[in-house]
């Protein structure tokens, strides 16, 4: 089942794109291609949200990203125009990561809220738990590795796309892809390494699920 989803997740996001791209651009122009050889990859987001009814803050965030990237597409005008576009957004999103460090409510927390709720942990309790300080400094670093992928993805895009111009674009989507997979990979340990040393913190400080966390109100279910 996972080989299956590996195997669909490359022809959507690798596979159509290449093929739209290589032989599309001949005929419809760099700009146009590219716009179309997105959609596959658009429309496979939007089935994969509403087949695992990922109506939470993670399923939110993914489709707007998704959207607000879609209308930055449409409104290029360009090609070239279109792939800094991308550069901007994926900068955006990475500033948005280190000021949610600098004002120690990192991003990796509410991703890990959300997840404890999809376990069937309410959201509160979980917040409550994860923003005692010593957790928040876990997060923090799991957040930092958000910073660390943005900086080195935007770089290499940038760097791709001032050598190569439009001709980058697969370039960029490959790129992309596989250091995507390296840091999901990375992102998915660092999480597993803040959520079990939070919950040694919380063990040796005496709190738990169900006791009250010094300085707020009772955390039950």
Known sequence: ?????ILVE???????PYVIWTHGRSF?????????????????TIYRFMKDRQFNMIGVFIISSLLLSSLLD???GSAIQ???????????FTLIYIISMLIKKPIAIYLAVEFMHLQGYPR?????LYFIKENVKLFQLV????????????????WLIINHGADAFMHLIIVRKSLGYVFSGLIFIAFLFAGNKAMQ???????DWIKKVPGSKTIQN
């Open 28 to 44: 419809i122009g760099d700009y146009y291609a590219m716009l179309l050889s997105t959609i596959p990859a658009i429309v496979y």
């Open 1 to 5: 089942m996972k080989t299956n989803y």
């Open 10 to 16: 490359l022809i959507v996001y690798l596979g159509l």
């Open 74 to 76: 449409l409104l290029a």
């Open 82 to 92: 279109m792939l800094w576009n991308s550069v901007f957004l994926s900068y955006g």
């Open 124 to 128: 509160e309790k979980s917040k409550k």
């Open 201 to 207: 913190v919380m063990k040796e400080t005496g709190r």
């Open 143 to 158: 957040t930092a590795i958000f910073v660390i992928r943005g900086l080195v993805m935007n770089t290499i895009m940038v």
